[in-house]
């Protein structure tokens, strides 16, 4: 049975009253004089912002070998002992893929009119481009797109965020092989056949950057694989190999991208982009060497995926460095990225500072290596923290990050569409927790940072929290919880906090209002 969402404002901030300390009742009276403002710059959004919640695959569905689907390497990473921090994995999840009707009826109560999700590769195609298509997982995600266009909500489907078949890391280790380029064209050409009559959005992968990082340099995630300088994988090489993968999950795009180019865009009329993890670093200092490391921090971190697709070549910052260790690439690719994506994804959570390793030495084993381009990021400066703490250890609230990060876009890839596909509050699992209150300001400040960036000319067009449910969050397990509704991992009940209240009162004010008033 699910608790209905509050639908009275007034009633969630005499929650946030009774239950909030002194120093929240401070911060109370900032925020409403910070929303006083706000209302009376009059901003509203574009009527066809899209407002919206996020999940994924491995993380929500659960329904671990059903209807066809074969294992897929998390399904091997999580059974691994001492990989997830509470010995977890996500064969059930929150169970999305049977429950999900009640999850959409939840998000249509929100009154958001997008939902992001991504597909699971494995579901689809369990052998890759050798084996058939599991047209069980195929009817599967068509009904749950068909139950989400019913609620009048739009599809932003991603093709694969972080899981791959087990199949293609056996057959020649995944994505330190070109092959895995055909086999990701023809798993994107079955999900463009398949569903893209009815997907109006389109992106290839979920923060590439983030997997290629931990899966090949530090060795946290599948397929686990480092140098011992830098964690205690028996296999692997932390200089190259993250470069290899990196390459080969950018031509991997480029293929799809220009695969739906030139065979279904046309009729279908739909965009396509690519998702990235981003963190906003300041320098450390005013020094010339720490503002040139803020910069190399951003290039080894994000703009290695973005410059290839937008503009045919690595950063420059990382070619000074890396030099002949970056891989080539091909005239078709080149080719291919003169129209390599339609817009940007931007998943912003926290900020770090930057400071050089280059002309400055750094303590042993902190970072800042060559190939992290000899720049060493920490939250922390003179021992304060870059914004607020949280109970997560990567993750500190600073909203001028989300400003600065969308500015930054804005600017070097010349005002190509961008969307928040993701922007949440995590704290440690400590019980229940549905009065919020810090979620309810993190997401009230962060989206205040969003439209002062549009403000300024930001062509930003969506919003999409993380997340609807707490769910299995990677290596983490169950130990964080991100959600707007509660889960109770025994019974799977989902609860409301009083952050979807809060949501949902927002969207009405920006989406419900100006839609009453346009009908008058």
Known sequence: MYISVCPLWILCFIIITLVSSSSSTIWYEDHVSLREINTQENFSFPKDFLFGTASFAYQY??????????????DVFTSIPGKI???????????????????????????????????SWA???????????????????????????????????????????????????????????EDFEHY?????????????????????????ILGYRKGTYPPSRCSKTFANCTRGGSDIEPLVAAHNIIRSHLAAV????????????????????????????????????????????????LDPVVFGRYPREMKDILGEDLPEFTKDDLKSSKNGL???????????????????????GQGGSRA?????????????????????????????????????????YRNIPLYVTENGFGENDTGVLLNDYRRVKFMSNYLDALKRA????????????????????????????????????????????????WYKNFIFKNVGQRRDDDDA
């Open 123 to 181: 579901r689809i195609l369990p052998k890759g481009r050798l084996g058939d298509v599991n047209m069980e997982g195929i009817d599967h995600y068509n009904r749950m797109i068909n139950a989400i266009l019913k609620r009048g909500m739009e599809p932003f489907v991603t093709l694969t965020h972080y899981d791959i078949p087990q199949e293609l890391e056996l057959r020649y280790k995944s994505w330190l092989s070109p092959q895995i380029r």
């Open 372 to 412: 992290e381009g000899f720049v060493y990021s920490n939250a922390l400066k003179t021992g304060l923290p870059l914004g607020e703490r949280t109970g997560v250890n990567w993750f500190n609230v600073y909203p001028q990050g989300m400003e600065e990060m969308l500015m930054y876009a804005t600017e070097r």
């Open 342 to 364: 339609d817009f940007i994804g931007i998943n912003q959570y926290t900020s770090r500072y930057a400071k050089d390793c280059l002309h400055t030495a750094c303590e042993p």
């Open 454 to 501: 549009m403000r300024k000319g930001a062509d930003v067009r969506g919003y999409f929290t993380w997340s609807l449910l707490d769910n299995f969050e990677w290596i983490s397990g169950y130990t964080i919880r991100f959600g707007m509704y509660h889960v109770d991992f025994d019974t799977l009940e989902r609860t409301p906090r009083l952050s979807a209240s």
């Open 258 to 305: 220009n695969l739906y180019r030139t065979k279904f865009q046309e009729d279908q009329r739909g965009k396509i982009g690519i998702v990235m993890n981003t963190i906003w670093f300041e320098p450390v200092s005013d020094s010339l060497a720490d503002s040139l490391a803020a910069e190399r921090a951003q290039a080894f971190y994000l703009t290695w995926f």
């Open 188 to 212: 994107a050409a079955i999900c463009f056949r398949h569903f893209g009559n009815r997907v109006k959005f389109w992106s290839t992968f979920n923060e590439p950057n983030v997997q290629v």
């Open 61 to 74: 569905e659960g329904a671990y070998l059903t209807d066809g689907k074969t294992l897929s390497n998390w």
């Open 85 to 119: 921090a509470d010995g977890t994995h996500g064969k059930v999840a929150v169970d999305h893929y049977h429950r999900y009707p009640e999850d959409l009826d939840l998000m249509h109560d929100l009154g958001v009119n997008s939902y992001r999700f991504s597909l």
